[in-house]
């Protein structure tokens, strides 16, 4: 495990209700009106965690600047799932399997975004390289509302052989790609799905595009070329979702 800060409500609530053996230290803000802090405070003592007063000063420090809420934890970050794990995941959500597989994405604030939506969509499992791609930063977990730490990560060293231990698992994937002419409302969806889209700007690399089983595109009315990977996974997600009923 790494130790990581966690900088603000979401994540620090995220921690205590989901993740509370692992919250190593909590500090608050001296003489914070803050209501949802103060509740913070008292579910922590509650779970055995006691919280430790510090200035407002002193956490402008500690997390550099950021706006902290008047709350901080330190946060002994459990490691990512190895590729092993990918088998057992399909099996156990059977025909229910829904996978995001990220190739490449950098911003943190796109990670979180996306790792969000995939909490709220019940995704299986985010699959993502180790290399060339952000990790599970704190800047991560702020932009994910605490979603980073109930969506499952599987880190890869070697996606296209991932992408294939998913085919082989019965999972079909679906690539979003711009220069594609099948609709994303064409593609059946209903059954064991990863949807795999590229990281900024650069989109999907040759061969994860090339292990996918169908390229779709969105289709967008205006002039702009290509939609925010956030926005792009939150679309293909829930239109999954639709189908499914």
Not at 9 to 37: F, K, S
Not at 230 to 242: N, P
Request: net charge neutral; hydrophobic share 45%.
């Amino acid at each position: 495990m790494s130790t990581e800060l966690l900088i603000g409500i979401h994540a620090v609530e995220a921690a205590l209700n989901h993740d509370v053996a692992n919250l190593a230290e909590l500090y608050i803000e001296t003489g914070t009106q803050n209501p949802r802090v103060k509740e913070l405070g008292e579910r922590a003592r509650d779970l055995g965690v006691k919280p430790h007063a510090r200035d407002r000063a002193a956490l402008d420090r500690m997390t550099g600047g950021a706006r902290h809420q008047g709350v901080v934890a330190h946060y002994n970050a459990p490691p990512p799932l190895p590729e092993s794990a990918i088998a057992d995941l399909v099996e156990k959500a059977g025909r229910d399997a829904l996978f995001l597989v990220l190739d490449g994405v950098t911003d943190p604030h796109n990670f979180g975004a996306c790792l969000r939506s995939c909490e709220a969509a019940g995704v299986t499992a985010v699959v993502v390289p180790k290399d060339r791609a952000v990790g599970v930063t704190p800047t991560v977990r702020r932009a994910s509302a605490g979603a980073a730490d109930r969506v499952p990560i599987v880190a890869v060293t070697n996606l296209a052989r991932s992408l294939k231990v998913l085919k082989e698992a019965g999972v079909w994937l679906v690539g979003l790609a711009g220069d594609t002419p099948q609709s994303l409302y064409a593609v059946d969806l209903k059954g064991p799905i990863a949807v795999v889209l590229g990281g900024e700007g650069e989109g999907m690399r040759r061969l994860t595009r090339e292990s996918c089983d169908f390229l779709a595109h969105i289709p967008m009315r205006g002039d702009i070329e290509s939609l925010n990977v956030s926005v792009a996974t939150g679309i293909a997600l829930f239109e999954t979702l639709r189908q499914r009923g």
